[in-house]
Antibody, heavy 123, light 106 residues
Framework: QVQLVESGGGVVQPGTSLRLSCATS????????MHWVRQAPGKGLEWVAV????????NYVDSVKGRFTISSDFSKNTLYLHMNSLRAEDTAVYYC????????????????WGQGTTVTVSS | DIQMTQSPSSLSASVGDRVTITCRAS??????VNWYQEKPGKAPKLLIY???NLQSGVPSRFSGSGSGTDFTLTITSLLPDDFATYYC?????????FGPGTKVDI
């Protein structure tokens, strides 16, 4: 069945960088947009970024603009989140999620989710 | 940005109860609201999209309604598996913000 598996989380110091990966399987990766959503400890869900199915359009929440970059490697069916200048407030479980839309601009509806990877930013 | 609020923030219920959670958007968003269920240590699960469309595989005791700024999620006849946190989310325009969540416990 459709599967999303995140990796790349860890404990890092403020100001450093990290790259998260989301390996996908059992569906045509190039047909669907993808999202990153995070959840800080004890907090609710926060949408972070989206990339359209064709990789040509991206959007971010204001708090990560200029620091995070979402990208897709179609040869590897993998989604990435490049995170620079990390701050303590970026500490969270990061989920990747598939957009419900099929070969259309991202709908913002997330129908399949990974299990998440934990990022801790601490000195 | 569109802000989403939910009420109540938490509620206590019993198996068999009917539960209603409300969600309000800071501006009109047509029917572009989705509902997710989250359980501790597990990934969120899409329940309802476009206000009232039941996601494939989701039991029919879940239903959604609303348009404009006010939306509701209803769970008829609560089962033990339904004790969780529920989030609304707008998909009208980026950033696709979530509400703060409603925790349903026993």
């Amino acid at each position: 069945q459709v599967q999303l598996v995140e990796s790349g989380g860890g404990v890092v110091q403020p100001g450093t960088s990290l790259r998260l990966s989301c390996a996908t399987s059992a569906y045509t990766f190039t047909y669907y947009g993808m999202h990153w959503v995070r959840q800080a400890p004890g907090k609710g869900l926060e949408w972070v970024a989206v990339i359209w199915y064709d990789g040509n359009n991206k959007n971010y929440v204001d708090s990560v603009k200029g620091r995070f970059t979402i990208s897709s490697d179609f040869s590897k069916n993998t989604l990435y989140l490049h995170m620079n200048s990390l701050r303590a407030e970026d500490t969270a479980v990061y989920y990747c999620a598939r957009d419900l839309g099929h070969r259309i601009p991202a709908t913002g509806i997330m129908d399949v989710w990974g299990q998440g990877t934990t990022v801790t930013v601490s000195s | 940005d569109i802000q989403m609020t939910q009420s109540p923030s938490s509620l206590s219920a019993s198996v068999g109860d009917r539960v209603t959670i409300t969600c309000r958007a800071s501006q009109s968003i047509d029917t572009k609201v989705n509902w997710y269920q989250e359980k501790p240590g597990k990934a969120p699960k899409l329940l309802i999209y476009f206000s009232s469309n039941l996601q494939s595989g989701v039991p029919s005791r879940f239903s959604g309604s609303g348009s404009g700024t006010d939306f509701t999620l209803t769970i008829t006849s609560l089962l033990p598996d339904d004790f969780a946190t529920y989030y609304c989310q707008q998909s009208y325009i980026s950033p696709f913000n979530f509400g703060p969540g409603t925790k349903v416990d026993i």
